[in-house]
Every structure is written in structure tokens, then in C-alpha cells.
């Protein structure tokens, strides 16, 4: 048996700790600038713990935002907890990193995207960054439930 650099297992770790540092920094230091999150998790995962009524509405992934409001902020090592507006109700959640699939900074242009790899035998996630014109949001004509395919349009036909 070969003994191999474990590159995706890595790097999974190094973007979770990424996310990591930068909800520590929001924490103490709040949102800078434009900066907001949009971040989709599993509701699956055995560790989230969101309200009952939020887990029967997204049953497989949720995405939520982290802008205007959100209070509570406390990161640890292996995830954060946050207390979010939905409707004028606030819940508290907690989202461990390894339920995250994807974090978004739109202000900056910047994406994560964790993938499973399914037949890999590792069992564990692999990260890869995503360029935003990849990442699918949420439409508002939906109610945010569903989601819709991304359409990527190259802009070098249009170049001179």
C-alpha cells in the first residue's frame, strides 16, 4: 500500500477554518463594509439544530443570510450558532462547518463549495472555491424553496 497526500481532506479543513476565522471576526468586530453572507447547509446533518417548523419547510438544505440582522453570534471549533429574523420571529440555529455546502460573500465576489465525493472510499467532503457566477441563490419568485439552475454566459464573445 502507497502512502499518498491526502490533498482533499486538507483542503477541506483548511476552508472550514476559513469560514471559521472570518465568522470570529464578524463575531467581535461585526459585518465591515458590504460584506454578507449567504450560506446553504444541510438540515440533515445530525448536529444542526434548528426550530422544528424551519426543518419541516427545508427538509434537505437551507440557505440563510447574514447581513442586516442576526445577533448571538458565537463560533467555536466545530461550528456557530446565530439567532436569525425569519418574519419578524427570531430562531437561534446552530450549523456545524462540516454540514456547510456552500458560503457565499457576494460583495466580493467570493464562493466555497463543498461537494461529497460519493466513490471515493474517504468518505469525507471536498472543497472546492466556486466562482459566483456558479453559485445558485435562492429566487424571490419561488419564496426562496426552490432552486433554480444557474445560467453561466461567458462575456468574451462581447470583448473587442
Not at 476559513?18 to 471576526?25: D, F, S
Not at 466555497?112 to 429566487?139: H, I, K, N
Request: hydrophobic letters at 35%.
Amino acid at each position: 500500500m502507497s502512502r499518498t497526500i491526502d490533498y482533499g481532506n486538507l483542503m477541506h479543513r483548511a476552508m472550514r477554518s476559513l469560514i471559521q476565522e472570518v465568522l470570529e471576526r464578524v463575531a467581535a468586530d461585526g459585518l465591515p463594509g458590504d460584506h454578507h453572507f449567504f450560506i446553504t447547509f444541510d438540515t440533515m446533518h445530525p448536529d444542526v439544530e434548528i426550530a422544528d417548523w424551519l426543518s419541516d419547510r427545508y427538509p434537505g438544505e437551507m440557505t440563510v443570510v447574514i447581513q442586516h440582522w442576526f445577533d448571538n453570534l458565537d463560533v467555536t471549533s466545530e461550528g456557530f450558532t446565530i439567532s436569525l429574523n425569519f418574519g419578524d420571529n427570531p430562531e437561534t440555529l446552530y450549523i456545524p462547518y462540516d454540514a456547510i455546502k456552500t458560503f457565499v460573500d457576494p460583495s466580493v465576489e467570493f464562493g466555497l463549495r463543498f461537494e461529497t465525493q460519493e466513490e471515493t472510499g474517504t468518505g469525507e467532503p471536498d472543497a472546492e472555491e466556486a466562482p459566483m457566477d456558479e453559485m445558485v441563490e435562492p429566487s424571490d419568485d419561488d419564496g426562496g424553496e426552490g432552486r433554480k439552475e444557474a445560467e453561466v454566459v461567458s462575456l468574451d464573445k462581447f470583448r473587442k
